[in-house]
């Protein structure tokens, strides 16, 4: 069962360089959407499973939040290319520097036996949510070449940034003032 839970943590990597190079090139915009809503879910149930049947892994807790991270990164680049949009590329910047500058705070935690300051809160799993939603519509209205939503997907992306950088700047601040 381990072995199938991180085949689908897994697949998230390798559906984030199919869809980028789909949406770079400005093709197939519904099987975009159909893998991306497979990477959804799976982001869901690769987790469900895991403690439905108490298989985690140190190998599962590093790679589930990572294969996130590439998802994100590869689609909103290529939506940035593929929209050549000064706003989606100024606001997926912002989401990806909050990302890495996340990432080596967890770093640097985990080296100063300080995890708990870093650890996954509540409105980052909602900021995740909110993030993959905003790119399901994206996605959504370029399938259907509906341009209200894309509209709509900018705003969900300038919220998802605001969410994205303030749950960056809590973790900040409890690395900084952290007890330990």
Known sequence: MIY???????SRIIFAAVIFVLISNSQSY????????LSSVSDYFDGYL?????????FGEIIDPVA???????????????????????LSSL????????????DFN?????????????????????????????LAGLS??????????DLLLMISALITIYTGYLYTVKTLYSDN
């Not at 199938?4 to 897994?10: D, E, Q, R």
């Not at 099987?31 to 809503?37: G, H, K, W």
């Not at 895991?50 to 140190?58: F, I, L, P």
């Open 50 to 58: 895991a403690r439905k049947y108490n298989v985690t892994s140190d």
């Open 95 to 106: 989401i990806i520097s909050r990302e890495v500058w996340v990432a080596a705070l967890r």
């Open 110 to 138: 985990s080296r100063n036996d300080n995890s708990r300051a870093t650890k996954v809160i509540f409105i980052s799993k909602i900021k995740t949510t909110i993030q993959f939603f905003t790119i399901f519509i994206y």
């Open 4 to 10: 199938f839970i991180n085949a689908l943590t897994l």
């Open 144 to 153: 259907f070449e509906k341009n209200l939503m894309l509209i709509i997907g």
């Open 68 to 90: 996130d991270k590439i998802l994100l990164i590869f689609i909103l680049i290529a939506l940035s290319i593929n929209f050549s949009s000064y706003l989606v590329g100024f």
């Open 30 to 37: 519904n099987l975009c959407l159909f893998l991306f809503a």
